[in-house]
């Protein structure tokens, strides 16, 4: 089911032919696609397929794509880099008759991924960086508070969605900038007075206060024409 797309997604089938129209809403075309269309691939194909996924940021896709040159011109596996909004993904895949010999094939090729890239890689197989920031957390028994400006308690909910035990988030915290109330955080409101409410100051202010439970990651997009006089893209972590 579709809960959040502008644009549900859709199934139709018929002679020779089978159509899959994923929904609009990122979150739930990843969900629709690991959880019911993968599979009727897999099943379609008449050798198994094994993929590889590394998502790079800090990296444009011309740069990824000049440090893997010899292996995005390798047939055997194949090796795409795909440009997205704010990040590049390398997908690497192989359809060897013999799964385990297309499983080493991915994983040499994905080695050499990771020399190549480092530290830019944040994370490998997974569906986004709320996933990989959430594996990480549970490997260290860290629970996530947010507190947040003008972002419309997004970030809460991207985290959320990768939350599937409710083990991650463990509180929130959303506000209009000019309906701030720092003192529910224990700040002094004259922080937002004085530097303005989308601010670096604010946002680290709002990171302080939600730290006292957890840790904190807050945001300030711009959504609207009250930001325009304030700094964009404020982000606090604490």
């Not at 890689?121 to 507190?147: M, P, T, W």
């Not at 006292?212 to 893209?233: C, D, E, Q, R």
């Amino acid at each position: 089911p579709c809960h959040q797309s502008a644009l549900p997604g859709f199934e139709v089938s018929g002679g020779g032919f089978h159509i899959v129209a994923l929904p609009s809403d990122q979150q739930e075309q990843t969900s629709l696609f690991f959880g019911y269309l993968f599979q009727i691939l897999k099943k379609a194909s008449d050798t198994p397929c094994c993929v590889r996924v590394a998502r790079v940021m800090e990296l444009n896709a011309g740069q990824v794509e000049a440090a893997l040159e010899d292996l995005l011109a390798a047939q055997h596996p194949c090796v795409a880099v795909y440009a997205k909004r704010s990040e590049v993904i390398v997908r690497i895949c192989d359809n060897a008759e013999d799964r385990q010999q297309a499983a080493q094939n991915c994983n040499a090729a994905l080695k050499t991924v990771e020399e190549r890239l480092g530290s830019c890689i944040y994370g490998i197989d997974v569906n986004s960086i709320e996933h990989a920031v959430a594996a990480r957390c549970a490997q260290k028994n860290i629970r996530l508070a947010f507190a947040e400006s003008g972002s419309s308690g997004l970030a809460a909910k991207r985290f959320s969605n990768a939350d599937s035990e409710g083990k991650l988030v463990f509180s929130t915290y959303s506000c209009r900038p000019e309906q701030m109330d720092l003192e529910k955080l224990g700040i002094n409101e004259k922080i937002g007075k004085t530097f303005g409410p989308v601010s670096a100051n604010v946002a680290a202010a709002l990171a302080l206060g939600a730290s006292a439970a957890a840790l904190a990651i807050t945001g300030v997009p711009p959504l609207n024409g009250f930001f325009s006089k304030y700094p964009i893209f404020t982000t606090g972590f604490a």
